[in-house]
């Protein structure tokens, strides 16, 4: 059932439009309008970006809709300057067969803070956000400095904004569900916060944290063998997600899926000791 709040999408004849593939057939000023919604309008406070024609200080476009007509999906990519290396702000988003809508990606970056490669390996060959090769020292640093696995740059909190804007524009598509996988332990405690629950993994989350409490199997093996399997690291999300990665599991990170019913939270924690999604210096 839609909002009242969120009165559904409709076309130039009035129909309702129900998906992404939908709004890209139509033109394209009136299909960016929609999508600008997404955008969390903290990105205009922070930085010199024209809120209308979504400009920078030189006058040149500082977002990009990537929404093609004939797909069902949108990639939004917001950046200081398009030639700056790093997104501000990514996201893709995209139809699924079941009338869901797929977060498949969200990248925030705070441009004024360190750099640190973990995204290329030793060689500089991308390494697709170290799930492939990874690059240790730089890990090391991004570790020390409070980010998380698979960060370049600590956060910038735009992720609730964005995810309110989400939430609404699926509600007046009249999609049922949201539906993710979370690239790393990390980020599907922070899809809990925000109210989500498991298709996949919860067993696997909740395992998580049994081994993680004093005396367990992952517990125990936080044996100073490595930097990223320190004792204490247990404690803390930060500690656990460097571990993970570092694959205390035994076993790759994946088959975690999880979904969110618009305006409903799922009221899901396993990890009873982090409360807030801004659990860390480097959160989105």
């Not at 735009?158 to 690239?183: D, K, M, Y």
């Not at 498991?198 to 992952?218: E, H, N, R, T, V």
């Not at 930097?227 to 975690?256: N, T, Y």
């Amino acid at each position: 059932m839609r909002s009242r709040r969120s009165p559904p999408l409709l076309d130039a004849d009035g129909l309702p439009l129900g998906s992404l593939r939908e709004i890209n057939l139509l033109p394209m000023e009136v299909k960016e309008g929609i999508y600008r919604e997404l955008l969390p309008e903290k990105i205009f406070d922070l930085f010199p970006i024209e809120r209308e024609a979504l400009l920078d200080a030189d006058g040149e476009r500082s977002v990009q809709f990537i929404c093609p007509a004939g797909l069902g999906l949108v990639r939004l990519d917001v950046r200081l300057r398009r030639s700056d290396r790093d997104s501000l702000f990514f996201v893709e988003i995209a139809d699924t067969p079941f009338r869901q809508m797929e977060l498949s990606f969200c990248l925030v970056n705070d441009p004024s803070s360190p750099r640190f490669q973990v995204d290329v390996d030793v060689d500089g060959r991308d390494n697709s956000f170290a799930t492939t090769r990874r690059n240790r020292g730089e890990e090391e640093r991004a570790m020390a400095a409070g980010l998380l696995p698979h960060q370049v740059r600590r956060g910038l909190g735009l992720f609730s904004q964005f995810f309110r804007n989400l939430e609404c524009l699926v509600a007046r598509l009249g999609s049922g569900l949201i539906v993710a996988e979370p690239l790393s332990y990390d980020n599907a405690i922070r899809y809990e916060r925000y109210g989500f629950d498991y298709l996949a993994g919860k067993q696997l989350m909740q395992s998580i944290d049994a081994d993680f409490q004093p005396g367990g199997a992952l517990a125990q093996r936080l044996d100073g063998s490595t930097p990223f399997r320190q004792p204490g690291m247990e404690l803390s999300l930060w500690g656990r997600s460097w571990a993970i990665h570092d694959g205390i599991l035994g076993r790759p990170w994946d088959g975690v899926r999880i979904y969110k019913v618009p305006g409903r939270h799922a009221g899901i924690n396993t990890f009873p000791g982090v409360l807030s999604p801004a659990i860390c210096k480097g959160s989105s």
